[in-house]
């Protein structure tokens, strides 16, 4: 049973920056693949950014290209989220994701393959 923590959220201004990081536990990190969704007030939850279990291949949703960052560590059984110059659009609860893969470079973006989920972290971004 994989369990998931994630740490780093908290309220900042808008152009500001945050990181993310999941420490993962009960598995063998580097079979899973990880992945950040969110979820914002009054709308569904939606894929953010996603790394292959090689740490190769990485996707981010059209909406964070340029401004977010995923890696692994796989030494700290850590998966991070960069984020800067945050806008308010930003502001939801992030979800930490992994999932068993067995295809080093893929990059799963569906949310139902994922099987296991933090709790969440909420990020804040004011205007």
């Known amino acids: 049973q994989v369990q998931l923590l994630e740490s780093g959220g908290g309220l900042v201004q808008t152009g500001g920056s945050l990181r993310l990081s999941c420490a993962a536990s009960g598995g063998t990190f580097t079979n899973y693949a990880m992945g950040w969704f969110r979820q914002a007030p009054g709308k569904e939850r939606e894929f953010v950014a996603g790394?292959?279990?090689?740490?190769?291949?990485?996707d981010y949703a059209d909406s964070v290209k340029g401004r977010f960052t995923i890696s692994r560590d796989n030494a700290k059984n850590t998966v991070y989220l960069q984020m800067n110059n945050l806008k308010p659009e930003d502001t939801a609860v992030y979800y930490c994701v992994s999932d068993r893969s067995y295809i080093s470079d893929y990059v799963e973006v569906r949310e139902g393959r994922y099987v296991y989920w933090g709790q969440g972290t909420q990020v804040t971004v004011s205007s």
């Open positions: 790394i292959s279990i090689s740490g190769g291949t990485t």
